[in-house]
């Protein structure tokens, strides 16, 4: 690989120098320091150039579009930020801008090697296969809202009923129960055994996964915080970009605070279903969840809004609710307490469980819409139309 770094300071070159010769790789290396205060990077060959290492004490609007002009105008270099400031809006705007890795500054060896070789794995990942799957992200607007419960079972019916091949990745990594709502028996492997292995492949995480029935797979959460610490967004990116070439869905179920990991998974979602039952709190914090999303510039048609657990007496009605989160409601899942209950408590996908009720049934036209399936759910017959069959 060609490597060139353009150095805030001839310290800084010679800092970033040493590290990466005494790592003895056989990559090609190129030195520049800034020219005025300014990336120029036109003195660098890009297209030839496969990771270019930039730093700089603080970040400024004159390297935002500097780096957006390099990353937008060329498939190559993938850019290596080191800064000493980052806070997530600062995140924010290096991300948008394209680049790939943010590593402290000044440059510290084992940060700048471990980021090089997650581009090196990335970029081998990305010309050597062709995404198959859609990724699909559900997060609640506020605890409890039903996003893992509806993810959870939603993933089940594309699986059953729309005959897809699906895994769902539990990103709670505090205490994540979406494989509870599927099984009794949830086994122990999960994120973390992916995340300590040096190559990933569609191998180790179907080893790492546990199966629920036919073609539905789930990849659970750590089972303990201190496990998800070293958890990072490249990690997760990695991850989607194997888990795509092998699985037809993959739902990611995310927490309710939007983190650097979330927000990589946010970014790489084809669609993302924000989850809000009609009562104040959820639609104040589902109205300031949309106005992040426009911050970070999806598409409203990216974005479909799920309320849960409506009912007829609903203090606040539909309408009002779309006028106060300026958008519509996409999907409606009825109250039903004791059958939603009744599945989560047993571990029984409530459409195995009940596949004649009202929650049931918007689930299944919620995969038949994704899946643009025209499978027809084979319900059991009532007792009444078993009598006249
Ligand atoms: N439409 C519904 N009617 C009645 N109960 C429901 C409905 N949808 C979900 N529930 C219940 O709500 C409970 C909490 O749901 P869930 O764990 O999916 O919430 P969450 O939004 O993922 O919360 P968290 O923010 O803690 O991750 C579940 O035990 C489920 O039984
Ligand atoms: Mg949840």
Not at 93 to 98: E, N, P, T, V
């Amino acid at each position: 690989m060609k490597i060139a770094s353009i150095a805030s300071s001839s310290e800084s070159i010679e800092n970033i120098k040493d590290i990466l010769e005494k790592n003895g790789s056989q990559d090609q290396y190129v030195f520049l320091q800034r020219r005025d205060l300014e990336i120029a990077p036109e003195r660098v060959d890009l297209f030839s150039t496969n990771i270019l290492i930039l730093d700089a004490e603080k970040i400024t609007k004159a390297d935002l579009r500097a780096i957006s002009t390099i990353t937008k105008d060329n498939p190559n270099p993938a850019v290596i930020f080191a800064t000493g400031e980052c806070d997530q809006q600062q995140t924010i705007d290096l991300m948008r801008s394209g680049v790939s890795e943010i590593i402290s500054f000044p440059v510290r060896s084992t940060e700048l090697l471990d980021a090089i070789e997650r581009l090196r794995a990335r970029r081998y990942i990305n010309t050597s296969y062709h995404a198959r799957g859609k990724i699909l992200s559900f997060l609640s607007s506020k605890g409890g809202s039903g996003a893992t419960f509806i993810a959870a079972n939603l993933g089940y019916s594309l699986a059953n009923d729309c005959q897809q091949k699906v895994l769902l990745i539990d990103l709670h990594m505090q205490f994540g129960d979406a494989a509870i709502y599927l099984t009794e028996t949830p086994g122990k492997s999960t994120l973390t055994d992916i995340i300590s292995q040096t190559g990933l492949d569609s191998s180790v995480i179907a080893s790492s996964t546990i199966r629920i029935d036919g073609n539905y797979y789930v990849l659970q959460a750590p089972d303990s915080p201190e496990k998800a610490s070293g958890i990072t967004p490249q990690h997760i990116d990695n991850l989607l970009s194997v888990a795509i070439q092998d699985y037809d869905y993959v739902i990611m179920d995310l927490p309710r605070v939007v983190d650097a990991i979330s927000m990589k998974v946010l970014d790489r979602s084809d669609k993302i279903y924000l989850v809000m039952q009609p009562v104040i709190p959820y639609i104040r914090a589902a109205s300031k969840l949309l106005r992040l999303f426009s911050l970070l510039g999806y598409e409203l048609g990216k974005i479909s809004v799920i309320s849960n657990r409506t009912n007829s007496d609903n203090a606040i009605s539909k309408n009002d609710v779309e006028a106060s989160i300026q958008k519509p409601i996409d999907w409606e899942f009825h109250n039903e307490f004791q059958n939603c209950n009744e599945s989560s408590n047993s571990g029984v996908p409530i459409i195995k469980l009940e596949p004649n009720c009202e929650f049931s049934k918007t689930l299944f036209d919620l995969a038949k819409n994704i899946s643009g399936s025209k499978a027809e759910v084979s319900r059991p017959k009532s007792f009444f139309s078993k009598l006249f069959s």
